[in-house]
């Protein structure tokens, strides 16, 4: 960083008193020369520009000129103040002053640039809408992409905000899709589309960052540091990043939890209607799922494997895995336990 600020500063200085002096000798020799000459300096330097600036996004270009003004005017101010105002309009005065201004100019583009490309105008919307701007937004880890359920639950409305895809969770997501293994491959092409499919959502605020950390090497670690950074929490569906994250007092949003929330409660002596898949762990015992996945468990219920029967649930175990129903046959439930229920 400082090898680069000195080069800088020389080209800018030597560019400075070349220009000063050129102009000097070409006005008061060849005035017709000097300002046919720097007319095409300035044509060249438009036309230069014109082809890169082009090639920018719209955001950059807006905030580098925004960066640019602000840039001259703090320059501008320093210059009259403290170098003119000391060197009463000499010669080393005004080169001090272009050479500021070149400087000062110069960094106000660069960070105008940078960050306008973090500007959006999503954010003059909440603005209007008297929104508030401090909401923590919501990083997405890899595991939550290709999980694929964050999309649906975007689309319902249920979570708002911004949603913050780190560049290096991008450059993950697309190792795994160039991966030779073809169950890799799938997950990761599967974590592309989801992402593209929330960015085409009208009503979601998504965003790739270029933050990184080229210290830390492991991407929880990683995510967790930009988390911490931004004041944001992550959604995740990852059983050790969710503890990690939480241990460092970051907010996290876990879907498999939220999705064990949503399942509809069944109490003890509770009867369903369930089909028989395969055989349990258990002798006799049957195994069955309802459409929410949630695994249930069905002593003696061996031989009506491939059908359908009405069981009652005994009891129910939540796990950090996901929720087991107990249950037995509804013929050979105790009758105090379906009577409960007013069954």
């Known amino acids: 960083m400082g090898t680069t600020v000195l080069r800088i500063f020389l080209i800018l200085s030597c560019s400075a008193v070349g220009y000063y002096a050129a102009y000097e000798f070409l006005n008061s020799v060849y005035p017709a020369l000097s300002g046919a000459i720097i007319g095409s300096i300035i044509s060249a330097v438009i036309l230069i520009l014109e082809q890169r600036i082009v090639r920018y996004p719209l955001r950059a270009i807006i905030g580098g000129a925004t960066g640019l003004i602000a840039g001259l005017i703090v320059a501008n101010l320093f210059s009259y103040v403290f170098l003119l105002g000391l060197l009463k309009g000499q010669v080393p005065g005004l080169l001090l002053h272009i050479l500021t201004n070149f400087i000062v100019g110069y960094l106000g583009l660069k960070i105008g640039s940078k960050k306008g490309e973090e500007f959006h105008l999503s954010d003059l919307m909440k603005l209007y809408k008297r929104q508030p701007l401090g909401e923590s937004p919501k990083i997405l880890d890899t595991s939550v992409i290709i999980d694929g359920r964050i999309a649906d639950i975007c689309e319902t409305g ?12 991008l450059q993950e997501l697309q190792h795994i899709a160039d991966s030779s293994d073809s169950i ?160």
């Open 184 to 343: 890799k491959r799938t997950r990761g092409r599967r974590g592309l589309d989801i992402l593209n499919k929330m960015q085409k959502q009208v009503d979601l605020d998504v965003r790739i960052v270029e933050h990184d950390f080229p210290k830390i090497k492991d991407v929880d670690t990683k995510l967790v540091a930009l988390a911490k950074e931004m004041n944001a929490k992550v959604i995740t569906n990852d059983f050790n990043l969710n503890k990690v994250a939480e241990l460092q007092g970051i907010s996290v949003l876990n879907i498999n939890q939220l999705a064990n929330a949503l399942k509809p409660v069944v109490l003890p002596g509770e009867v369903m209607n369930v089909r028989i898949l395969k055989e349990g762990k258990e002798s006799g015992q049957g195994v069955a799922y309802l459409d929410d996945g949630t695994m249930v468990i069905v002593d003696n219920a061996k031989r009506y494997m491939g059908k359908n029967i009405e069981v009652t649930v005994t009891s129910v175990l939540q796990t950090t895995a996901g929720r087991m129903i107990f249950t037995e046959l509804k013929d050979e439930a105790p009758a105090e336990l379906v009577h409960n229920l007013g069954y």
């Open 158 to 169: 249920f979570i708002e905000g911004t949603f913050i895809i780190p560049q290096f969770i």
